[in-house]
């Protein structure tokens, strides 16, 4: 907008002067392109950073159900050695 606005008003008021040859479709074609690789990007870092969290998650919840089995374990009275005919 900042380089449109001023070329219109040029061109308007100037007959003689015509729109420059610039390739537009190609640096729109260009941004989205780019636009593309970085919504890609980011949503395989989300991906990877997610499936991360969620092993780590798993990791933790297996260490806390062994320390409730030893806790466990360890109020439990100890069992009479029975004895085997």
């Not at 008021?13 to 640096?27: A, G």
């Not at 439990?76 to 004895?83: E, G, I, K, L, M």
């Amino acid at each position: 907008m900042l380089v449109a606005v001023p070329l219109i008003l040029l061109i308007g008021t100037n007959k003689d002067l015509e729109p420059p040859d610039i390739p537009l479709h190609e640096f729109v074609a260009n941004g989205i392109l780019i636009a593309l690789v970085v919504v890609l990007g980011y949503r395989i870092y989300q991906y990877k950073a997610d499936e991360r969290a969620t092993t780590r998650l798993r990791q933790l919840r297996q260490q806390r159900q062994r320390i409730e089995e030893e806790e466990l374990a360890a109020k439990a009275p100890p069992s009479a050695p029975q004895d085997r005919p």
